[in-house]
């Protein structure tokens, strides 16, 4: 829960850093621009503000690991919520103004994280976590984001490495299996949520661990 806020600051930060071309670019997620990317984040703010004030009274049925829907196959870009992503990013017209959205509301997601009791039980999609575990599912979150924003802007910088490195630990709990130790904390990311495909001596050393790879997150 601990790197909920500098994960998600280290991502905000990115976002402000960038220059009104940088939103054209290509992002890291197949179809979208950066922008899409960023108006992404912004509804992602909103659902953690809501998830946070919609406790349950029932016992929790996931935690940090199978929060996430895991799938052999890539998104198909048909998501009705995805095409209305990239409709609305357009919309904002100006960067500024999306940039400004994402921080006002990415403000109040930051601190109503910081504010929250990790044992309370919250519902989000029909399920129930506690809000330590929510959190922690949404640290591979931004993580995995900051990688997309950052894939075709080298000059940004990356997600922090105590963020990246608790992501892989979390990717190998859903994985059921450890990437080898020396495959960087990012590669793994990468290689293992199907961001790149791994080189020929990545392979190898991944053995059969490979053949489960990637594992598509929703």
Same mark, same amino acid.
């Given at each position: 829960?601990?790197?909920?806020?500098?994960?998600?600051?280290?991502?905000?930060?990115?976002?402000?850093?960038?220059?009104?071309?940088?939103?054209?670019?290509?992002?890291?997620?197949?179809?979208?621009?950066?922008?899409?990317? &960023?108006?992404?984040?912004?509804? @992602?703010? +909103? *659902?953690? #503000?809501?998830? =946070?004030?919609?406790?349950?009274? $029932?016992?929790?049925?996931?935690?940090?690991?199978?929060?996430?829907? &895991?799938?052999?196959?890539?998104? @198909?870009? +048909? *998501?009705? #919520?995805?095409? =209305?992503?990239?409709?609305?990013? $357009?919309?904002?017209?100006?960067?500024?103004?999306?940039?400004?959205?994402?921080?006002?509301?990415?403000?109040?997601?930051?601190?109503?994280?910081?504010?929250?009791?990790?044992?309370?039980?919250?519902?989000?999609?029909?399920?129930?976590?506690?809000?330590?575990?929510?959190?922690?599912?949404?640290?591979?979150?931004?993580?995995?984001?900051?990688?997309?924003?950052?894939?075709?802007?080298?000059?940004?910088?990356?997600?922090?490495?105590?963020?990246?490195?608790?992501?892989?630990?979390?990717?190998?709990?859903?994985?059921?299996?450890?990437?080898?130790?020396?495959?960087?904390?990012?590669?793994?990311?990468?290689?293992?949520?199907?961001?790149?495909?791994?080189?020929?001596?990545?392979?190898?050393?991944?053995?059969?661990?490979?053949?489960?790879?990637?594992?598509?997150?929703?």
């Amino acid at each position: 829960m601990g790197l909920f806020e500098p994960s998600w600051a280290a991502l905000r930060s990115a976002v402000d850093a960038l220059a009104p071309e940088d939103f054209r670019a290509p992002s890291g997620c197949a179809g979208w621009l950066v922008r899409d990317l &960023v108006c992404h984040l912004v509804i @992602d703010a +909103q *659902d953690v #503000l809501i998830t =946070l004030v919609t406790p349950a009274g $029932a016992e929790p049925t996931r935690d940090a690991a199978s929060y996430w829907q &895991v799938s052999s196959e890539p998104p @198909d870009g +048909q *998501d009705p #919520l995805d095409a =209305l992503t990239v409709r609305l990013a $357009a919309a904002y017209g100006d960067p500024a103004l999306l940039r400004f959205h994402l921080e006002d509301v990415g403000r109040a997601a930051g601190r109503a994280a910081r504010l929250a009791d990790p044992r309370l039980r919250v519902s989000t999609q029909g399920q129930v976590l506690t809000a330590g575990d929510y959190l922690d599912a949404y640290v591979l979150e931004w993580t995995l984001h900051h990688l997309d924003l950052v894939a075709h802007l080298p000059h940004v910088p990356g997600p922090p490495a105590e963020g990246a490195a608790a992501s892989r630990r979390l990717l190998e709990r859903i994985a059921g299996a450890a990437f080898p130790s020396g495959l960087p904390d990012t590669d793994a990311l990468l290689i293992g949520t199907g961001r790149r495909s791994a080189t020929p001596a990545e392979t190898a050393t991944l053995g059969p661990l490979g053949a489960r790879l990637p594992l598509f997150l929703g």
